[in-house]
């Protein structure tokens, strides 16, 4: 569970990047017709139609209904089914996660937390795509691995929670919900998330539950709730009276259009999310690794949670979860699709030009109802659909784009229509309406689009001044600005009397003229081992205008006495560059807080020295029509951690620059090693090396060097192994993985979710709880998400285990660090999250550090 760090932030460093830069009179939206015309050499084109495309647009026709996975986190959803629904049954299919993922770890890069989460959003929109899914998020927070669902409505509130998926229930309105949650088993998220559906199946539909939403939106009852079959379960401990009433699904079925099983596909989709990976390459990897023998997949299997008064029974040996459901004949013949000589048009996709007449005499013969329809928001859909359709066949689309990638305030951009017309018949443009900034605009526009032509209309827009920035992304996880400001244009077409309309959406960042990206490190972490040392950052910084900028960055904190001015910048026109700042002296912490009361500097803790309240200053171009300024602020936190003095450390990195900084933060002679350096060099030009967490599954070519790295602990060196997950580390021969450590150490899947949970030391005179640094209670204070994970469940008796921890009501886990002897060197593993507590810039986790690096030398 993430805390507030505010505490421990007793200075900061602000960069501060001012500009300067003229902006163009006459700021405003205005409209350009001047490029309506064909365009003079229109790009050839031919009638060729996508079949893919068009048998699911096609087969959508066919299909009323809804189907929502709720999930808690992005790569939880059961994406073989949402493929199965969408793909072969022409489903609507959407998902609904609690959660952006933001608590879990980070596979292939650096990100973590609200930068992690933004990553995973894109992921899971490009899986979607695969699966032919909507995703829909409710934003609760991650907060990491629970162990309850009381945990987690503890961080989320119960009632919030409720609220917002009861919400999303009657916005999407959806006939099925499916979930892979029960209420009792596995992650707390996912407990809460199955305790969550339950409630909002009925609560959707309670006219008395959340009526502040009702001003918008209807009441909505869905027919169907399923909930997964895992093994020889039941799926939920909540369990309806009754005998089970059952859906499968084949993962293994051919898609005979895409000529890959479904199964396939969904793998193509899980692979997406790549920073939880690293996933199965194909569906032989992903049988070894369930260790299935019978070369397919078994059957996906749903039981039904609850139904709603009257809803028709599933028929026996279902093969999906709409099996029975009726809509009223009247409804069900006014949204009836076209067909040919009483054939279905997907059984004519060879023949692009009789499915499009077909569905321009059925949609020219259509009518408005005389009577308003039961079901407006469905109809809206089936229409939408068919204006799809009526697209493909036809060959016309429609593409929206800026030409700036980034929106600056108060500055104009034009926005690109193009529409483009790749079919055999001409088309008729009725009208283009362009949607940004809350405003529908309607560009004037009417011609007949030929065959095999384009025609481009452009609209200028101005940003306006007080717009909200979206970025850093990160910062917008939880407004709604994470994905940036979106932009729309609709136009409508007529061919033969029969009227559609097509639409396109485009999402652009808002940032400042010239954007400081990211600023490293962050946070500074200060010891002892820095002293004297000036301060360097290097900062990524990108020119969003589309002219040249001349400037200069500024390092500047009062409180800690350093400053220092970059050399002129010249940027040009969206230009990103990396600039290196170093300050003027050392930082000097003073040893008076704001109101001038002194402070005592606490040498076992190492709690942060007491520093003035930073001031920060602010560097303004003058004699310009126009300035702005962004600035990034970076945290400064003082850690009394000491190491022996002349140690010389190697490490092998993982995912991000953690080991590097915090090495450098440490004022420790230190270098990164390669795989080929450990194979062939003389490591005995380090004293210790450390793996970082989950090094040999990063860089699987380091088993194969294993043999290097003891054989320099049997020499004298110290080796630290940080923690890896059980099925990157235990023993496998089918993986040609041995055993890694110098004894024997198996790995459970066991943590410590608690980041408070106490720390009782098993052997406190221990030198590596002492030299150089004396670890207490008070160095495990202020800990954020976790103790640690996957702790080892057994180890030799070379080792000596030095802590034992556990969340309440559990029984102490033991090998959250083991030290043992091996030859005259040392070998150290820890599961206890180091990545995260360093990274958060802990003071105590950095004297912890300090001693286990300096463990076997002097």
Known sequence: MAQNNSRRRLASILVILAFAFSLASGLGISHSTGAQEPSPSPTPATSSINKVELHQALLDLTNPWTVMCVAAHPDDEDGTTLTVLRRRDGANTVSLFSTYGEGGQNAVGPELYEELGVIRVHETMKAAQIQGSEPYFLGLKDFGYSKSADEAFRVWGHDEALRRMV???????????????????????????????????????????????????????????????????????????????????????????????????????????????????????????????????????????????????????????????????????????????????????????????????????????????????????????????????????????????????????????????????????????FNGWGKNLPVNTAELLLPDTETVVTVDSATPKNATLTVPNE????????????????????????????????????????????????????????????????????????????????????????????????????????????SNTAPVATTRTRRGSSVNRNRQTGSPLGVEVPNYATLIVEDTAAAAISKRTVPVIFSEA???????????????????????????????????????????????????????????????????????????????VFYHKSNEWNPDANKSRPQLAPYPIVLGDERVTDETAPINFLL??????????????????????????????????????????????????????LVAQYGKGNYIYTSMVWYRELRAGMPGAYRMFANTISYGHR
């Open 764 to 817: 406190p005179r221990h030198p590596l709880l002492n030299v150089p640094n004396r670890i207490t209670q008070a160095d495990f204070a202020n800990w954020i998400q976790e103790r640690g994970l996957y702790y080892p469940k057994e180890w030799d008796s070379h080792y000596s285990a030095l802590f034992s921890t556990n969340d309440p009501g559990e029984a102490p886990l033991k090998g959250g660090l």
């Open 642 to 720: 000491r190491v022996v003095p002349g140690l010389r450390v190697g490490y092998v990195a993982s995912f991000d620059q953690t080991l590097e900084y915090s090495l450098a933060a440490l004022g420790v002679n230190a270098k990164a090693l390669t795989i080929e350096s450990i194979k062939s060099s003389d490591l005995s030009s380090v004293d210790t090396i450390i793996i970082d967490n989950r090094g040999y599954e990063a860089h699987p070519e380091l088993i194969a060097a294993n043999s290097r790295l003891l054989e320099f602990v049997n020499a004298g060196g110290t080796l630290i």
């Open 167 to 433: 919400l999303k229930i009657r916005e999407l309105r959806p006939d099925v919900i499916i979930t892979n949650h029960d209420t009792i088993s596995g992650h707390g998220h996912h407990q809460a998330t199955g305790r969550l559906i339950i409630e909002a199946f009925d609560a959707a539909a309670d006219p008395k539950r959340f009526p502040e939403q009702l001003d918008k939106l209807k009441p909505w009852q869905a027919q169907r709730l399923f909930v997964r079959i895992f093994g020889s379960g039941s799926g939920n401990a909540d369990k309806s009276p009754g005998p089970d009433k059952t859906f499968a699904i084949d993962p293994n079925e051919i898609d005979p259009i895409r000529g890959t099983s479904f199964a396939e596909q969904a793998l193509a989709a899980l692979q997406q999310h790549a920073t939880q990976g690293p996933w199965p390459k194909s569906i032989t990897e992903l049988l070894k690794a369930r260790r299935i023998e019978v070369g397919k997949l078994p059957p996906i299997r749903y039981r039904v949670l609850r139904e709603a008064a009257g809803v028709p029974p599933l028929p026996p040996d279902a093969a999906t979860p709409l099996a029975g459901l009726e809509l009223s004949e009247t409804f069900t013949a006014a949204v009836a699709p076209p067909k040919i000589d009483n054939r279905p048009l997907t059984d004519f996709i060879d023949r692009p030009d009789r499915v499009l007449a077909a569905l321009v005499d059925w949609r020219a013969s259509q009518s408005a109802p005389a009577s308003p329809v039961s079901d407006p928001d469905r109809l809206r859909r089936l229409e939408s659909r068919a204006n799809r359709a009526l697209a493909i066949a036809s060959g016309v689309s429609l593409m929206l784009s800026s030409r700036a990638p980034v929106l600056v305030p108060g500055v104009s951009t034009t926005f690109s229509i193009n529409i483009a017309n790749t079919g055999m018949q001409g088309i008729h443009v009725d009208a283009i309406h």
């Open 475 to 582: 910062d917008h996880l939880y407004d709604g600005f994470f994905l940036g400001q979106q932009f729309g244009a609709v136009a409508e077409f007529e061919i033969d009397g029969a009227k559609f309309s097509v639409d396109a959406e485009i999402a652009r960042d808002v940032a400042p003229a010239v954007e400081i990206k990211k600023i490293s490190p962050s946070p500074l972490v200060w010891t002892p081992g820095r002293r004297d040392q000036v301060v360097t950052f290097t900062s990524a910084v990108r020119n969003n205008l589309e002219a040249p900028f001349r400037g200069a960055l500024e390092l500047s904190s009062k409180a800690l006495g350093i400053s220092a001015v970059g050399a002129s910048l010249k940027l040009e026109p969206n230009e990103a560059r990396s600039v290196e700042l170093r």
